[in-house]
């Protein structure tokens, strides 16, 4: 099992059934839906395939709900205008201002306010640069540094400025609705600049029984940037959205951005996915570049937790090549990760989960020194494999439950293989653990000669009493008649 996740983003080219478990068994995890693309008639019905399923053994996938975030684009236009290197134009917040045709609308109300002379204006992705020469109290005169054809609503990206955009705008309000009530596991909420805009989302999610969401904010912003030690503070978890943020940042602090944030969230304990652009040339090739092979393999380097696909999968040509490709890129270079169990902290840790924590880095550590197999965890909330990932451990780690939904957060965590016991028994600890050994032999996880760590807090009803404790599988099957 590779320890790094990979997350596939839902669209045309994987939506049937064939293909989910064809994504599946190349080795995703996570299923991503793009709320800047997708509806909720077509959202709502993959959803229900997916969790179909998933009830039917033939997937173990968790679901994502990408928030389409604040954004700023231009007007709908007349067809297509052709800019050419050099001009000089305007660009205006009120249409009724506008005379010529080079004229252009942003729907930025605070764009002539906000913006400074010199300052640069990205049009469409980067198709279209444009520098800010004039301004007066109606418009902004730019000029074009390269020559483009631009079309209705694309999208404009101000790097460097701050901006008056609300954190939470009214359809991601509908669309985190949507995803309480259709169950899924994570949020990525775009474009957050500010724990206070993480702070909002919970307490929605919150008064709408959506706790059980977690929150990954997003941070694809030079703003996000300044604000990370808080954004990741009060969020689960970071997704770095190397696409926006390589617009919004100099280009040459992507990479050093990228694995400062990494670092920042290992050392709090968090979820991080590196995300955009891994295998970009597959959309339309079937094998990718040696500097895309180069740059997952740095990006695993770094111990994320998970790796993501956009249009690779969603529109690519080769989306179930590009999943095995992308897996078998990460199982390689994860035999080069230098295995260290770095502490880290993790906000509003009671003292019971501290001494859990110690337990965890303890039963590590002997599973170095006694060369165990295999790390068994029994959990009811994934606490304990959150803190267990957290340590980016070498070996093995089997994360046994008794709920689905748990078991679908815990497919996020880096190293974590989670299990649902169909014959969970709450009150008996031996039980569950004889049939975690049965479960593991059965699918050839380990064999009856291994040695195994065991991490629990569920071993008595009622009580939270952490355990660490090394069983020697044939002597334990032969005790309870297992094998």
Known sequence: MKKVRIVATMGPAVESEQKIIQLYNAGVNIIR?????????????????????????????????????????????????????????????????????SDLFCDYEYLVEDMKVGKSIIIDSGVFIVKVIGKTKDFLEVKALNAASIKSRRHINLPGTKLK???????DKKDILFAIENDFDFIAASFIRSKENVVEIKELLKANKGEFIRVLSKIETQEGIDNMDGIIEESDGVMIARGDLGIEVPIEKLAKYQKEQVLKCRAQGKIVITATHFLETMITNPFPTRAESSDITNAVLQKPDTLMLSGETSIGQFPIETAKMMAKIIKEAEKAIDYKYEDFSYKNLSEKDKEKKILIKSGLHLCDQLKIKAMLVFTKSGLLARLTSSFKPKIPVYAFTKEEKVVRYMNI???????????????????????????????????????????????????????????????????????
């Not at 039917?56 to 231009?74: H, N, V």
């Open 33 to 101: 839906f793009n709320f800047s693309h997708a509806n909720y008639e077509n959202a709502r019905k993959v959803a229900n395939n997916i969790k179909k399923l998933n009830s039917l053994g033939k997937t173990k996938l968790s679901l994502l709900l990408d928030t389409k975030g604040p954004e700023i684009r231009t007007g709908d236009m007349d067809g297509i205008y052709n800019y050419k290197k050099g001009e000089v134009f305007k660009i205006f917040v009120d249409k009724t201002k506008m005379k010529e045709k």
């Open 165 to 171: 955009l609300p954190g939470l705008i009214e359809q």
């Open 413 to 483: 965590l880096f190293g974590i293989d989670a299990i649902s016991l169909k014959d969970w028994n709450q009150e008996n600890y031996e039980h569950n653990l004889a049939s975690s050994i049965k479960y593991l032999l059965k699918n050839k996880l380990v064999k009856k000669e291994d040695k195994v760590v065991i991490i629990t807090d569920l071993r008595e009803e009622g009580f939270e009493i952490p355990v660490l404790e090394i069983i020697h599988i044939k002597d334990f099957c032969t005790k309870i008649n297992c094998l």
